[in-house]
Each structure stands twice: as structure tokens, then as C-alpha cells.
């Protein structure tokens, strides 16, 4: 299939300076000296949001003591990865432990109507050609993600020893054993030589501190543990019937919202869809898998496909490549690589920003001409209307989203003047003065993303050697080798976003930290090594070089309207007096994903596991 540049208005017609002030002050607008403290936690009076399972009963059993070798903290893509690392290296005696019934973090706990994935799901799902599966199209459907992730943990045996519907409550190095005793919410005492934190990002679910929260009488839920029993229909089937006589309201429009919406405002009686920040949202152009082209793969197809995404996506693609992926992550370097083809690509990283600036305004520019011209009331449309800069928020492609607001019993309120809900009631929610009575609110609020870790991590107690708490020592920055290990933490490892490589796919980042902690574990086991920990001077030394690498977004972010991706736009200060923004980044390693790993491949090719202090039996 060929993959065009779009359409997007020409360069004089976009008036980049007074765009550049318009985002500003919608910015301004949204802008809350509260920060995080504007979320409510999912404890307490709500803490069903976080510790129950509606999609599975949790059934009683005896608390375990045990020495394990590895316990792999998460059941979801990460947890599932590291298991199948560890697996692959021979690594015996390592569990995966969840606070879900079954495998799929993430995938396991969302269900909302409409779930599916954005990206190209031919990059995303992990381990294709090994595993002999081809998702059924391109943006493919939650269940089949779900389904996927657990026919992996299926294949590599990780059920065999999984310790499902168990919460983590408290992590602690014992040195006089030289394991870590982690305490659970089943009373279990788990004594483990080695801990893979593999705990998501989108793990902990969190709800808008609206005032009078508390005082709604009506049916609540967050997207991330939807109740079809109200709601009617399932995930495989979302025929959301028992709606048909209730008034709803939906808080946010992130990239959730926007994908159950299109349902809510089908089947619901009344809709309110309660926005602060507009979403990007594009056409989806969905494909189904195309039998022909499956037959023209050949051997490392997923690998070049992935290699392709990530520099349409993140970095920059070579002369005359084609963009495989053709969608709104790829947009802007299509687009500009055609003027490059014909004019000379650009010599310095600050002329290829220079040009992307400007094809991000013209890019922004056709999504805001998208929404009027399907949109056909022109407030709802305005409302609708994104104004930021391409990647301060996560861009969405849904084809119903819009189409849905022209529906009779829909409606778009604007919150962003009260910076939020202003109130909600005992029958329903205040919004610019004005009370609506509603049946059932649904928080579409997102998740603990670039919150302090206790919150994000969710158990309190979390120490390592002579109790340094991680809470503590990781308060401002992080100080890592390898965005895996830190030091007073022994034998272990984290996964996710820390000075590290930042690739385009989720699952390329973790399956990358799931296999370079099982060959540590390996090599460990096979030498005698009973616990291995970065020395301070080895950890300094990567800290500084990753932090001279970094790219510094920064500046990016800061103009950016607030969110997860910017810590709601507040600056935190570092130990050294130097303000910061805490991206969900995590200071990426500059050259690339793919410069990160073949860095640690090196690494790990020399053998010599430079930079970590062994310790013998
Ligand atoms: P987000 O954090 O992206 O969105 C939360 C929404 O709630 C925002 O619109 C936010 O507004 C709004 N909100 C928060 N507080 C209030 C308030 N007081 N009043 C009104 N609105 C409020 O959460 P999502 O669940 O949408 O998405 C989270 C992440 O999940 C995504 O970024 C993505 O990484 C992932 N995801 C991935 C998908 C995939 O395809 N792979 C699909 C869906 C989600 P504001 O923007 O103003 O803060």
C-alpha cells in the first residue's frame, strides 16, 4: 500500500505566531497550582477503583512462605517479557505475581467498550514470528492484545508458578538473608534473591478531585474497571442496552474517552462528554490483516517494521525510506521527508527541529479543519478544537469520536474555565454554574503516571540496603546504571521509562529490559554470584553520561498544555537547585532506543559486568 504525505494547509497560510499565543493561553487556562494533588487516590471510600476485580471472583487461599528465587513484581507486558526472558536463559524458581486474576496488566484490567490499541499492531504485539500470530488488523482490538499476551505466558509456562489476585504491600532488602521479604495482601512472606519491578505505567487508576465527589448518589466507575452489569453488553460485545434509559456523564477525553464515547453516545439516553483538554484526534484508516501481504513477509519482517516505525515516529527516517506504518504517529516525517528527498536532508539536529516545528502548526492546523467538517455544530466543534503542539498530548484516530457529537441526546461541555468539573451533586454535576442531573458518572481520568513513586508504585514500604527508601532516594531525580539497577537496591531490576532507550512501542522497551535482567540473573547464577548492585562511582558515571546524551524536552514541555506528559506542568527541583520538568520520559538515552540496546548488548558481549559490585556465597 503506498502511504502519502496529507493534506495539510500550505506554510504562509498558517500564522505560526499567533498560534504559538493562542496555545499559550489555553495553557494558562488549564494550569493548576494544585498538580497531582488535584487526583484523587483510589483508596478509602474508593478504593474498589484500585484493589477490586470485576472481572473475575478472588478466591480464598493459605499465605505462602517461601524463598524464591526470582519474583517478577507484574503479570502484564513487562511481567510477561521478563518471564519469557528468564525462560529462554534456563532461569528456574521465578513467579510472577499480580494484583490481576490472570495475565495482561493493562490489558487485563481495561475493558471498556472500544479498547483497542493505537499504534500499529504489528510493532506493538511482541514476539510475532515466534509465536506464529498475525493480530486480525492493524489497531487491534483489547481482547485480542489480552488474549495474545496470555498465550505467550501460556507457551513459556509462566502459569505454571503465576501468583494471581496478590497485592504487593511492602518491599524490603534483608541482608542477614541477602533477599528482598516482600509482604503481600494475602499474607503471604516472600523471600526473594532477585525482584523484576514490572509494575506498568498504567497501573494505578486515578480520579479528578471534583468538590462533592462524595455526595453523588448515583453509579460510578472508572474506565478502567467498567461494569458492563450496568451498563449492559461485554467487551466482545459492546451492545450497551441497559443505558438505553439513563443519563450519563463521562469525565475526560484522553485517548480512553475517546474510544468509548462513540458507545456511551450510541446507546445512552444522554451523554455529556466532560472536557477540559480536546483530544488530536485523526481518521483511523483500520485495516484488516491482508492474507496476500502475510504471504510477502520474509523472515525479520517484524524487526524492520519496528525499525521503521521508530524512526517515522521518534528519530528521523533515511533518505528515500517509506513510511510502512502510515498513521498519525508517522505523519510529520512523511511529510517532511519528501521536501527532504527533494531538497537535501537537513545537516544539524536544530534545522531538522526548525522544519518540524512548522510542519507540526501545519499538522495541528488540518487535525482543527477535521473537526468542523465533521462536527455540525459549530460551538460543539470549537470546543472539540485541539490547541497545542503535536505530542503534548497522546494522538488518538477514531472514526466515530466526532460523528458523535452530532447525535441528538450528545453533548461536549467545556470545563477548562473552572479548570475541571466545577461541582458534582447529589444528583449529577455543576458545569458553569449550571447542575445536570445524570444517572451514572464515568471517570475516563487516566492513571498515576508522573506522580511520586509511592503513589505510582502503590505499596508503601519500599527499601533497600541500611532501609534506604527508593521514595526517598529517587524523591527529585533518578540515579540509575542502565535505567535497571540502583545502587543500596541489590540483585534488583526496573522496567519501564528511566534512563533509558524510548522506543516507539511499549512492548520493544520492555521486552529489552526483560532480557537484559534475566541474562544478569543467569550469568549470576551460573558464576556463584549472589547479589550484584551498581557501585556509586559506576552509577555517577552513568548518570552524568546519560544526562549529557539526554535529550532535554524541556523546553517542549513547558509550553505544553498540562498532563501526565509534563507532571501537570509543574516544574520539581532537583537536589542541585535546578528546576525540571518530570517527564514520563524519563530522560531518555539521546542517540536512540536502538543505540540503547546495542549499548547494552555491548555490555553484556563484554562479559565482565562492568559497573556492578558482585558479591560471592
Ligand atoms: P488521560 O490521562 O490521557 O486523560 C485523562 C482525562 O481526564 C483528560 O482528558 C483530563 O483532562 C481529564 N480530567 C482529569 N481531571 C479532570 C477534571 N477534574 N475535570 C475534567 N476532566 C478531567 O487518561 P486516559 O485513560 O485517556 O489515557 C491514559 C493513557 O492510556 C494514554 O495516554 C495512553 O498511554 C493509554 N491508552 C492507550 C491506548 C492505546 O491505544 N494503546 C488507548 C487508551 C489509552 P486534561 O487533559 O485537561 O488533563
Not at 498515576?448 to 532501609?467: K, N, Q, T
Amino acid at each position: 500500500m503506498s502511504c502519502q504525505p496529507t493534506a495539510i494547509p500550505p506554510a504562509n497560510n498558517v500564522d505560526i505566531p499567533a498560534l504559538r499565543e493562542r496555545y499559550r493561553q489555553e495553557r494558562s487556562i488549564r494550569i493548576n497550582s494544585k498538580g497531582q494533588e488535584q487526583y484523587v487516590r483510589p483508596k478509602d471510600d474508593f478504593a474498589d477503583v484500585y484493589e477490586g476485580d470485576p472481572h473475575m471472583p478472588t478466591l480464598p487461599r493459605e499465605p505462602i512462605s517461601e524463598d524464591l528465587e526470582v519474583a517478577i513484581l507484574g503479570g502484564g507486558w513487562a511481567g510477561v517479557l521478563a518471564g519469557y526472558a528468564l525462560a529462554k536463559q534456563g532461569v528456574k524458581g521465578f513467579r510472577n505475581i499480580d494484583h490481576a486474576g490472570d495475565f495482561g496488566g493493562v490489558w487485563y484490567w481495561n475493558r471498556y467498550p472500544g479498547l483497542s490499541c493505537d499504534n500499529d499492531a504489528y510493532c506493538y504485539l511482541p514476539l510475532l514470528e515466534e509465536m506464529n500470530f498475525m493480530p486480525t488488523k492493524k489497531f487491534t482490538d483489547g481482547f485480542e492484545i489480552r488474549n495474545y499476551c496470555q498465550s505467550i505466558a501460556r507457551k513459556f509456562g509462566l502459569y505454571d508458578n503465576a501468583l494471581f489476585h496478590t497485592l504487593i504491600t511492602s518491599m524490603r532488602w534483608d541482608e542477614s538473608i541477602k533477599r528482598y521479604r516482600l509482604t503481600t495482601d494475602r499474607g503471604d512472606d516472600i523471600r526473594a534473591r532477585f525482584v523484576i519491578m514490572a509494575n506498568g505505567l498504567l497501573n494505578i487508576p486515578k480520579l479528578p478531585g471534583i468538590p462533592g465527589i462524595h455526595e453523588f448518589k448515583g453509579k460510578m466507575f472508572h474506565t478502567a474497571r467498567w461494569e458492563y452489569d450496568y451498563t449492559g453488553g461485554t467487551q466482545e460485545n459492546p451492545v450497551l442496552d441497559k443505558l438505553a434509559d439513563k443519563r450519563v456523564a463521562i469525565i475526560g477525553t484522553g485517548a480512553t474517552s475517546v474510544q468509548a464515547v462513540p458507545f456511551l453516545g450510541k446507546y445512552a439516553k444522554e451523554l455529556y462528554v466532560l472536557q477540559r483538554t480536546a483530544s488530536t484526534v485523526d481518521e483511523r484508516k483500520n485495516t484488516p490483516t491482508d492474507p496476500e501481504w502475510v504471504k510477502t513477509l520474509q523472515s525479520g519482517w517484524q524487526r524492520e517494521r519496528q525499525l521503521n516505525f521508530h524512526r517515522f515516529a521518534m528519530e528521523l527516517p533515511k533518505a528515500g525510506e517509506t513510511d510502512l506504518i502510515c498513521d498519525i504517529w508517522t505523519e510529520i516525517n512523511r511529510n517532511l521527508s519528501v521536501g527532504f528527498n527533494e531538497n537535501g536532508w537537513p545537516t544539524s539536529p536544530e534545522e531538522y527541529m526548525a522544519k518540524r516545528e512548522v510542519m507540526d502548526y501545519r499538522v495541528m492546523e488540518r487535525l482543527r479543519h477535521r473537526v468542523e467538517s465533521i462536527v455540525q455544530d459549530k460551538d460543539a466543534a470549537e470546543i472539540l478544537k485541539p490547541w497545542y503542539r503535536y505530542l503534548c498530548k497522546r494522538p488518538a484516530s477514531n472514526d466515530e469520536y466526532y460523528p458523535t457529537f452530532n447525535l441528538p441526546g450528545v453533548k461536549v461541555i467545556d470545563v477548562s474555565k473552572t479548570k475541571g468539573v466545577e461541582r458534582m451533586t447529589e444528583k449529577g454535576f455543576v458545569a458553569n454554574g449550571v447542575e445536570y442531573e445524570v444517572d451514572c458518572v464515568i471517570f475516563a481520568s487516566g492513571f498515576e503516571v508522573s506522580s511520586d513513586l509511592d503513589r505510582r508504585w502503590g505499596f508503601d514500604i519500599f527499601e533497600g540496603r541500611e532501609g534506604k527508601s527508593i521514595y526517598d532516594l529517587w524523591a527529585t531525580e533518578y540515579r540509575t546504571l542502565h535505567g535497571m539497577m540502583t545502587h543500596y537496591f541489590p540483585n534488583l531490576f526496573f522496567t519501564g521509562f528511566i534512563q533509558g532507550g524510548f522506543a516507539s512501542s511499549t512492548t520493544e522497551i520492555f521486552k529489552l529490559h526483560g532480557l537484559h535482567s534475566a541474562w544478569v540473573i543467569a550469568e549470576a547464577q551460573k558464576r556463584g554470584i549472589i547479589t550484584l548492585e551498581p557501585s556509586l562511582a559506576a552509577q555517577n558515571k552513568y548518570v552524568d553520561f546519560i544526562r549529557a546524551t539526554a535529550i532535554d524536552m524541556s523546553s517542549f514541555v513547558r509550553e505544553c498544555t498540562p498532563s501526565y506528559f509534563n507532571n501537570e506542568g509543574q516544574e520539581i527541583v532537583n537536589n542541585k537547585g535546578e528546576k525540571k520538568f518530570r517527564s514520563y520520559t524519563g530522560e531518555p538515552y539521546g542517540p536512540g532506543f536502538y543505540a540503547f540496546e546495542a549499548m547494552l548488548q555491548e555490555w553484556r558481549d563484554r562479559g565482565d559486568m562492568e559497573g556492578l559490585d558482585l558479591g560471592h556465597a
